[in-house]
C-alpha cells in the first residue's frame, strides 16, 4: 500500500499585519492547522488572507479539511504581530 508520509511544520509569522504562505500550493489530502499564539490568526486557501476569513482563535483555535475534500490550492494566514506561532501538519 502506498502511504504519504505527513509534514510536520512549526511556523512562525515573519511580518505582522501581512498575509503570508504557511504552504504552497500542492496536492494533498489532509490539514490540521493550529493557532499556538496568544493572538488571532486568519486564514485562507489560493490567495492573500485577511480578517473576514476563517479565524483562528488565540490559545488553541484550529481549523481542519473536511474527511472528503481538502485544498490544494496556497494556505495563506495573518496575524497581526510579528513572531507568533502556529503549528501545521500536511498530508
Sequence with gaps: M???SPTVTAGTITTGGTSQVA???KSRSYVFIQN???TAMYLNFGAVATAGHI???ANGGSWTNHETSCPVNSINIL???TG????MIAK
Excluded: E, R
Design 55 to 57: 479565524l483562528l482563535a
Design 84 to 87: 507568533k506561532t502556529y503549528a
Design 79 to 81: 496575524c497581526a504581530t
Design 2 to 4: 502506498f502511504q504519504i
Design 23 to 25: 504552504d504552497a500550493a
Design 36 to 38: 499556538t499564539s496568544d
